[in-house]
């Protein structure tokens, strides 16, 4: 499997301009999960999905992020409109339930968003 | 509270030296355990996880943890470090009670290996 794939891998926008990001999932994994890192405040759960559902989207931090999962191996994250504060690494990961509780998460490569 | 700490931001060490990289968590209910390694400009990659069983936990590239449950702790150690461990490392923690899908991660500790 090629693994969780995340695009685009750079992205520089102005402020005020919407910003989507881009995940597959590894085929078959029924959770997805959105991350985002910045220096100040490591890495943080924005939300995750299990069968395409959202689940827990409490670290969304405001209005201005949604995120859908229209199909089992697609999900996108949407910031309308971005600010500079919005600037850091989002990482998107997947995992198979298991009987014997929280399995491995596997990572994609992040995309690195500026904010100018 | 649920928390995780990683209290040594910053590990330098020489190459061939031992490592041990701490995580503590505080918790009032059963816990299940990871750590992850990430490298410049990459996504989190497995170390290795505690589930049940063996406190004991050995993962790729040398790397073991072992659970102490009366410490609450889940150090990382290698017994022989190389150039190659530089990257960060991330301890994770997912808690049984509520969704126990959510990782909560650690600060990450920088793990230097010096020639």
């Known amino acids: 499997d090629a693994g969780v794939i995340q695009s685009p891998r750079h992205e520089v926008t102005e402020m005020g301009q919407e910003v989507t990001l881009r995940c597959k999932p590894i085929s078959g994994h029924d959770y997805l999960f959105w991350y985002r890192q910045t220096m100040m405040r490591g890495l943080e759960l924005l939300i995750y999905f299990n069968n395409n559902v959202p689940i827990d989207d409490s670290g969304m931090p405001e209005d201005r992020f949604s995120a859908k999962m229209p199909n089992a191996s697609f999900s996108t994250l949407k910031i309308q409109p971005s600010e500079p504060r919005d600037s850091a690494v989002y990482f998107c990961?997947?995992?198979?339930?298991?009987?014997?509780?929280?399995?491995?998460?596997?990572f994609g490569p992040g995309t690195r968003l500026t904010v100018l | 509270a649920q928390s995780v700490t990683q209290l040594d931001s910053q590990v330098p060490v020489f190459e061939e030296a031992p490592v041990e990289l701490r995580c503590n968590y505080s918790s009032s209910v059963s816990v299940y355990l990871f750590w992850y390694v990430q490298y410049p400009n990459q996504g989190l990659q497995l170390l290795l996880k505690?589930?049940?069983?063996?406190?004991l936990v050995k993962g790729i590239n040398g790397f073991e943890a072992e659970f102490n449950k009366s410490q609450t702790s889940f150090h990382l150690r290698k017994p022989s470090v190389h150039i190659s461990d530089t990257a960060e490392y991330f301890c994770?923690?997912?808690?049984?009670?509520?969704?126990?899908?959510?990782?909560?991660f650690g600060s990450g500790t920088q793990l230097t290996v010096l020639p």
């Open positions: 505690y589930l049940s069983g063996s406190t």
């Open positions: 994770a923690v997912s808690f049984s009670s509520g969704s126990a899908r959510q990782l909560t």
């Open positions: 990961a997947s995992s198979l339930e298991t009987s014997l509780g929280p399995d491995t998460q596997y």
